[in-house]
C-alpha cells in the first residue's frame, strides 16, 4: 500500500511540472491572446506566481514521498512537539515571498488600474471619453463642446461635470476617426 501511494503522491509533482510545461511551450494555452499595453506585463506577474507556487509545490510534494518512503511502518509512534526554529523560519520565509511579490506587482497593477498613472506615461495622449467599467455597466463621459464647436479637453484625474456629460452602456465614435491605434 505503501508503494501505492508514493506513486501517487510522486505522479501529481510530475503532472503539474509538464502542465507548467506545456503551457509555457504553447503560445495561449492559459491566458487569452494580449489586446492590452498592459498585458504582457500581467501575464508576466501571472507567471512568476506560477514559477514561485510551482516551485513550492513540487518542492512539498517531494518532501511528502520522501516521507512515505522513510517512515518505520513497524512499532510504537514516537511524540515530537517540533522545531520552533523551522517553523519561525518557514513564516518568515512565506512572509518575505508575499512581500515580494506584493511590492513587485505595484507598479505593473498602478499602470494598469490607475487613470494619473497612465496619463504620466502617455502624455500626447487627448482624452475624448473617460470609460468606467462596472459589474454590469459601462459609464462613458464624454466633453462638450465649446462655442467654436469643438469638444473640450476632458481632465481624466477630475472630470468637470459642468462641462461634460455621461451615458451607460453607450459608446459614440465620430464617423471616420480611427478608434486604436496599433503599432
Same mark, same amino acid.
Given at each position: 500500500?505503501?508503494?501505492?501511494?508514493?506513486?501517487? #503522491?510522486?505522479?501529481?509533482?510530475? !503532472?503539474? *511540472?509538464?502542465? /507548467? =510545461?506545456?503551457?509555457?511551450?504553447?503560445?495561449? %494555452?492559459?491566458?487569452?491572446?494580449?489586446?492590452?499595453?498592459?498585458?504582457?506585463?500581467?501575464?508576466?506577474?501571472?507567471?512568476?506566481?506560477?514559477?514561485?507556487?510551482?516551485?513550492? #509545490?513540487?518542492?512539498?510534494?517531494? !518532501?511528502? *514521498?520522501?516521507? /512515505? =518512503?522513510?517512515?518505520?511502518?513497524?512499532?510504537? %509512534?514516537?511524540?515530537?512537539?517540533?522545531?520552533?526554529?523551522?517553523?519561525?523560519?518557514?513564516?518568515?520565509?512565506?512572509?518575505?515571498?508575499?512581500?515580494?511579490?506584493?511590492?513587485?506587482?505595484?507598479?505593473?497593477?498602478?499602470?494598469?488600474?490607475?487613470?494619473?498613472?497612465?496619463?504620466?506615461?502617455?502624455?500626447? %495622449?487627448?482624452?475624448?471619453?473617460?470609460?468606467?467599467?462596472?459589474?454590469?455597466?459601462?459609464?462613458?463621459?464624454?466633453?462638450?463642446?465649446?462655442?467654436?464647436?469643438?469638444?473640450?479637453?476632458?481632465?481624466?484625474?477630475?472630470?468637470?461635470?459642468?462641462?461634460?456629460?455621461?451615458?451607460?452602456?453607450?459608446?459614440?465614435?465620430?464617423?471616420?476617426?480611427?478608434?486604436?491605434?496599433?503599432?
Amino acid at each position: 500500500m505503501r508503494v501505492f501511494w508514493t506513486l501517487l #503522491f510522486l505522479f501529481v509533482p510530475v !503532472l503539474g *511540472v509538464g502542465f /507548467i =510545461l506545456y503551457s509555457m511551450a504553447t503560445p495561449n %494555452a492559459w491566458l487569452p491572446e494580449n489586446v492590452s499595453t498592459n498585458g504582457v506585463n500581467i501575464d508576466n506577474l501571472f507567471y512568476l506566481i506560477l514559477a514561485i507556487t510551482g516551485f513550492f #509545490f513540487v518542492v512539498t510534494e517531494l !518532501l511528502l *514521498v520522501y516521507a /512515505i =518512503l522513510t517512515a518505520k511502518t513497524e512499532g510504537k %509512534a514516537t511524540y515530537t512537539h517540533g522545531s520552533k526554529v523551522l517553523e519561525v523560519s518557514w513564516t518568515i520565509m512565506t512572509a518575505a515571498i508575499l512581500l515580494f511579490i506584493a511590492l513587485y506587482q505595484m507598479p505593473t497593477w498602478a499602470r494598469s488600474k490607475f487613470i494619473s498613472k497612465f496619463r504620466e506615461t502617455n502624455p500626447e %495622449a487627448k482624452p475624448t471619453a473617460l470609460i468606467t467599467a462596472s459589474q454590469f455597466l459601462w459609464q462613458v463621459r464624454y466633453p462638450t463642446v465649446d462655442e467654436n464647436g469643438k469638444p473640450r479637453e476632458l481632465n481624466w484625474k477630475s472630470p468637470d461635470f459642468r462641462d461634460s456629460f455621461e451615458t451607460v452602456n453607450e459608446l459614440h465614435v465620430p464617423p471616420k476617426e480611427a478608434v486604436m491605434k496599433k503599432g
